[in-house]
């Protein structure tokens, strides 16, 4: 009986082998696999194991985290004044993932990112704690502040940029939202993000960076920007080639002046000064689609924004000769977010050259060293020095003397232009309120600002970019330049 | 005379009965126990746990009472199986109080700790083996229970069929005051004593008696009737119990010992055949069974819609995690895996917390158990005593096989107890009898033959020289 024993032996050997390779195919060759599973609760548990790092702005953090004892996840993600900064530092929870800078910069600020790879090991032998990384921001606690208080309970949006450097300064949303009350992974947490997904005023949208409105009379700058680069005009006191009334090609429509302004023949200056809509849909027809289209990418349309936050590609068409007149005056198909209209303020008050839009100045590992600081780069050039010149005394005119009086300031240039944008079916819906402006000092222009409200409550007639915009707009300007 | 013709690895007759080795390893198994308990304390909260004292003297006590027994009663025994037992036991005590600290089963109401339950029925287990080794003085008296074993075996493994079903599987008895109880574990025991008993008379009629048929040897009917029944039974097992485990258990086991009786291959063949008709047979019309193999299949593939595959794939990330040396006992999430986290799948914190490093160490242990039963079968001297240790070795290894080959997805999974270290009385006591039986088998087997009388007429054959 021995040989069958002696094969059952081998048997039972085998058996215990095959439980020895599969335990090394598990542990060994598809362990990375295993752990990098999107089911292994293991990658969010170590995740929420340490305290987050934190969102810094004018040197004080905006966001931190709390123990939590309801569940596995040790560290809950809190924000100090979280409506007003959740635009900028998007949110994070343990149930929801996280969105914009939290998302973005998540390396950092959970400590996993490869540029942290020698703190990580460093702290391993010091037996530190381990926390994440800081993200210092380029915002202004005070513009966001104020740009957050102008808005109030209206809809709307505000961005605003340094011109120098590209600097976001504010960039405010409302109605807003609180990204602490789904932080968690409670039921009550579930329930605080339904909500607020279906809210129909949808307080989570980021307006100033993921909303696209018809930019309205605003966008009459860049129109005026592109007839200046192309020579079709190059004084902005002559008079210009504009009947009254004009009629759109193509077409039987004439456009029409928000009512009775001295727009016949009118010169750069004031058409602007009285926002002449005749003047400047010509003046788009004139220079044809393909040169509006060119002017317009050159001040950041028809492309995405990183900021690094993703902003929505800013939008002028290819389009036939009426659309492309009345696109010309910021309306029809032509739609920009609030950040690209900051931005053609910034480049018009940077003497013609657009800079990149950032708001992380600097990474910091968990010891504070820094291991990034952002360099000031330019985007474009959209337009000359002499022109961007002509430009801004244009603007000026406006806010000194025109439609955007609600935005002067004591003893600063400031430059702005109104816009009253047309939308809905036949216009039909109320219209949103624009403001763009930037002020100047002897040194340059600190901050150029971009203001939409989008009031479905005002009355149809107090709406215009003068009344309802310009003031917020003025708010944002004058709290960067105090704290200058 | 001489009975010293060593043809086997173990029986020299002058074999030191190496109990002093014995006694060493089993303190050597408590002291790794001990420190796998201090481990977890200081992992969890950072201090050495309140019942250390308790735990390592509980342990030692079992190890050292069972080692007293074997000494006293078995003198010759084989000295590893003891100490590999009291490891197992121990190890597997410490992974319990463990997953008894785990913040996410206190959370379950249902909860209830199992660390102290399973220290007690350890020792109502070492018990029984103290029982078998006093009691049991040559383990062939068992030949007499042949088939009085057979109707008790019968007994226990219908049983079940008459009680509620525990999470799909029909194989616990409750009994009023005293809790549940599996059979099955008990009846793998004693069907073994069955099985040898009977082959041991049939051999011969299953050996010889048969016709020869395309290079196999066909049993005669008659003879084959009995396996028929077997396999027939352990298909019902799996049809109206849903246990998939025990059937390939109780097949196993018969096939093997059938195989070792009559020496023949084809009783494999025959064996395979019926097992896999059978398995192919229930599983398609068994929802339990088409569910645990789409688990296997694709354990991810189910994620969030199915229980089982949901189990395996959270049992594969366990084993995953741990990586080759593991994150250290107490510091994994094995309890992830919910509910059989302390039982069936308690092989998945060994895998997370010891690493490849522990999970082979373990299995390695498992597998010197089961090759000491071989070899105990081996020196074993009668035919009953290699049948019933090559069935009892045989089924442990089998045992052990489904159920770490179902928990890392080698095979579909079938819900057994891993022996000595999953949470369970019936296993826990039912194992450590079977590791009585073999301590008494390699005690008979190791047992120096009697020296022979001195002869009288020594003296008188001396040459006297002239």
Known sequence: MNKPLRRIALFCGILVLALLVRTNYIQYVRADELNANEHNRRVQIERYAHERGNIIVDGEPVTGSVETTDSDFQYKRVWKNGPMWAPVTGYSSQAFDSSQLESIEDGILTGNSDQLFFDRTLSMFTGEKKTGGNIVTTLNGAAQKAAFKGLGAKKGAVAALDPQTGAVLALASTPSYDPSVFAGNSMEDSDARQKLLQDKDKPMLNRALRETYPPGSTFKVVTAAAALENGLYTDIDEETDSPLPWRLPLSTNLLQNEGDIPCENASLREALRWSCNTVFGKMSNDLGNAKMIEQADKFGFNKEVFTPVRADASVYPKDNQPQNAMAGIGQASNRATPLQMAMVASAIANDGKLMQPYMVAQRQAPNLDVIYTHEKEQLSRPLSAENAQKVQQMMETVVADGTGTNAQIDGVTVGGKTGTAQHGLNNSEKPYAWFISYAKTDSGSPVAVAVVVEDGNANRDDISGGGLAAPIAKSVMKAVLDGK | ?466
């Open chain 2, 1 to 466: 005379m001489s009975v010293v013709t060593n043809t086997t690895t173990i029986g020299a007759i002058d074999a030191p009965s190496r109990r002093n080795t014995e006694l060493a390893l089993v303190a050597f198994a408590v002291l790794i126990s001990v420190f796998a308990y201090a481990n977890v304390g200081l992992a969890l909260n950072g201090e050495l746990p309140a019942g250390m004292l308790g735990y390592g003297l509980g342990l030692a006590l079992l190890g050292g009472v069972a080692h007293l027994a074997v000494r006293r009663f078995a003198p010759y025994a084989d000295p590893l199986l003891l100490p590999l037992a009291t490891l197992l036991n121990g190890l597997g005590l410490a992974l319990i109080w463990r997953l008894d600290q785990s913040e996410r089963f206190q959370a379950i109401k249902t909860f209830a700790p199992a660390a102290s339950k399973q220290l007690m029925f350890s020792a109502v287990g070492v018990a029984f083996l103290v029982l078998v080794l006093v009691v049991l003085k040559d383990h062939r008296i068992l030949q007499r229970y042949t088939y009085i074993s057979m109707l008790v075996a019968l007994v226990l493994l219908i049983l079940p069929m008459f009680f509620p079903a525990v999470n799909g599987a029909k194989i616990w008895i409750k009994i009023p005051g005293v809790g549940t109880i599996q059979p099955g574990e008990f009846a793998k025991i004693i069907i073994a004593v069955f099985f040898a008993g009977y082959l041991m008379v049939k051999r011969d009629a299953l050996a010889l008696a048969s016709r020869r048929f395309m290079g196999l040897y066909l049993p005669r009917g008659r003879d084959l009737g009995p396996i028929l029944m077997v396999w027939a039974f352990s298909i019902l097992i799996l049809v109206f119990e849903t246990d998939l485990g025990s059937s390939l258990l109780f097949f196993g086991m018969f096939v093997v010992m059938l195989y070792v009786a009559t020496e023949r291959t084809s009783w494999i063949v025959f064996g395979l055949l019926m097992s896999g008709a059978g398995a192919v047979g229930v599983a398609t019309f068994e929802p339990h069974v088409q569910d645990r193999v789409t688990a296997w299949l694709d354990p991810f593939a189910g994620w969030g819609k199915e229980a089982a595959s949901e189990q395996m794939a959270k049992s594969l990330m366990a084993f995953g995690s741990g990586g080759t040396l593991g994150t250290g006992l107490g510091q994994g999430n094995s309890d992830l895996i919910g509910f059989a986290a302390n039982s069936d799948f308690i092989l998945a914190t060994v895998g997370e917390e010891l690493g490849l490093a522990g999970m082979m160490a373990v299995l390695l242990v498992y597998g010197l158990i089961v090759e000491r039963g071989v070899r105990t079968a081996l020196a074993a001297r009668d035919p009953f005593g290699k049948l019933l240790a090559i069935g009892l070795s045989g089924s442990f290894a089998i045992q052990v096989f489904v159920v770490a080959g179902g928990v890392m997805g080698l095979i579909p999974l079938t819900g057994m107890t891993m022996p000595f270290m999953a949470a369970g009385g019936s296993s826990v006591i039912a194992n450590w009898a079977l590791i009585g039986i073999l301590i008494r088998i390699s005690d008979t087997a190791r047992r120096p033959a009697p020296a022979p009388a001195p002869s009288p007429d020594a003296e008188m054959t001396q040459v006297v020289r002239p």
